[in-house]
């Protein structure tokens, strides 16, 4: 009995771990790690995964995926790179301790690490890949519960009752927001980035294959079907707006994907007898996917007060992107970008370290930024250290010009994988292959809101993308 849970122990790890994924921040988990670490109840079993499993593995030489090398090298050169900046003068900034900020962002790039070689390198027996993909969509369902009741409770009396703050409460350290839905994440750009990097590029991909992990039907529909039009709905009440970006950049490879048969279809069912060429159908469609896209734009401009000044950029304004994204209430955010970029300037070929960027922010702020309140309330009247709120901006600031290259090289390499199991005929191989797609073009507009390496949703999704059960490893061969 005792030797059989040891043996499942790190499947039932496993398990937890994906299932635990929605909540961010739980106040009772965060106590006992004594750190508010991202996605914290997550991190504790990924930890009981790594000494259960994947220490054995490591200690009898067993294989480990293939694309865990080049990220490797990556965390190896980025940890040089901070213990050279330890020789470097680094600015005080109101008695915060120099390491404390270091050894912080080295825990958390080898935590997404971590999670990537469990994910890439663990779900290698294809019942493991079935329940996991199950997992993830319960879970799925259990968000939308929640946030469905947020959002009732919302729109139909504007407000919360107090009831559902305290079932807040005990998964998130932050409490609902005002017109926003939140899932059990902390905070709505939270909640879009978990939707946007884990749970919507699966559902995305089963529902573009007409796969599903479940017997479950209504009528046509799969769970995978209703997963993915609830998880749109719900990332569209989050409000974010980098969230929104990200899925417009998935649904454009969903719009490649489908171009050719759409158009397919309108040449033998609409105009079949007709003189109308193919090309000039084609054409036709493109222009209805851009006014598609300035449609939602519009939209979204009326539903969200701060795009409201979307389409009134002017170049006669002195700082004219900093203005307009200032009118946009993305002012501060261009101008931590800024910032970093300023960093990356000084120091372009190793960085300034991990973790070091903030001290160096008040002589790398530009001018315009100062006149904005948040960047100066943040500087002048708190004690915390401003970060680059990008994961671009910060590999250029923090790990340099090598840091970056070798980084991106990684998503690269990840991507030349990803395309050869999108061309597969196994129709598994093909839908994990698009699950790791979406996740890249989401990636790209992701980037640019959150810049922590602790947050654990594309480790684990492009993990499990390029993982390979043994059915695949015999089609990848043959």
Not at 423 to 437: C, H, I, P, Q
Request: proline content about 4%; some cysteine; aromatic content about 16%.
């Amino acid at each position: 009995m005792i030797n059989r849970f040891f043996n499942k122990a790190p499947e039932y790890s496993w398990y937890l771990m994906i299932a635990f994924l929605p909540i961010t921040s739980m106040p009772i988990v965060s106590s006992l790690l004594g750190s508010d670490s991202v996605a914290s109840p997550s991190i504790i079993l990924l930890i009981a995964l790594v000494l259960l499993w994947l220490a054995p593995e490591i200690l009898f030489n067993k294989p480990i995926h293939r694309s865990v090398l080049p990220l490797l090298i990556f965390v190896i050169i980025s940890i040089i790179g901070t213990l050279f900046s330890l020789f470097y003068n680094i600015p005080a900034f109101k008695g915060i301790n120099q390491f404390s900020p270091v050894i912080s962002a080295v825990s958390t790039l080898i935590l997404g690490f971590l999670f990537f070689v469990c994910a890439s390198s663990y779900p290698t027996d294809k019942t493991i890949l079935e329940k996991t993909i199950r997992i993830i969509n319960w879970s799925g369902l259990l968000i939308f519960i929640w946030s469905g009741m947020q959002a009732v409770s919302w729109y139909t009396m504007n407000k919360y009752p107090q009831w559902m703050f305290e079932i807040q409460g005990l998964f998130s350290a932050r409490v609902l927001y005002r017109q926003r839905v939140t899932g059990f994440a902390l905070e709505p750009s939270w909640f879009a980035h978990q939707l946007n990097m884990f749970y919507l590029p699966f559902w995305l991909s089963f529902t573009l294959h007409k796969r599903s992990s479940h017997s479950f039907r209504i009528s046509f529909l799969t769970l995978e079907n209703i997963l993915a039009a609830l998880g749109v709905i719900s990332l569209l009440l989050t409000l974010s707006r980098v969230g929104m970006a990200s899925l417009l950049m998935m649904l454009f490879l969903i719009g490649i994907t489908l171009h050719n048969r759409i158009v397919r279809f309108v040449m033998d069912k609409i105009v079949k007898e007709s003189k109308i060429s193919k090309k000039f159908i084609t054409v036709l469609l493109i222009a209805f996917y851009l006014l598609s896209i300035g449609a939602s734009a519009f939209i979204f401009r009326k539903v969200d007060p701060r795009m409201a000044a979307l389409f009134d950029f002017s170049f006669e304004n002195e700082n004219s992107f900093i203005t307009y994204f200032n009118e946009l209430k993305f002012g501060d955010r261009v101008i931590y970008w800024l910032s970093g970029w300023n960093i990356f300037g000084k120091y372009p070929v190793l960085g300034v370290g991990l973790g070091n960027a903030g001290f160096y922010f008040p002589s790398s702020i530009p001018a315009k930024g100062w006149q904005l309140v948040e960047v100066s309330k943040l500087i002048n009247r708190t004690d915390i250290l401003l970060n680059i709120k990008s994961l671009w901006f910060r590999l250029l600031a923090e790990t340099g010009l090598v840091g970056f290259s070798l980084f991106i090289g990684w998503l690269i390499s990840l991507g030349y994988y990803l395309v050869k199991k999108m061309r597969s005929s196994d129709s598994s191989m093909k839908t994990l292959g698009f699950v790791g797609a979406f996740v890249l073009l989401g990636i790209f507009f992701e980037g640019l809101s959150i810049d922590s390496f602790a947050m654990p949703y594309w480790w684990i999704s492009l993990g499990i993308a390029v993982s390979e059960t043994q059915s695949q490893e015999k089609n990848m061969r043959t």
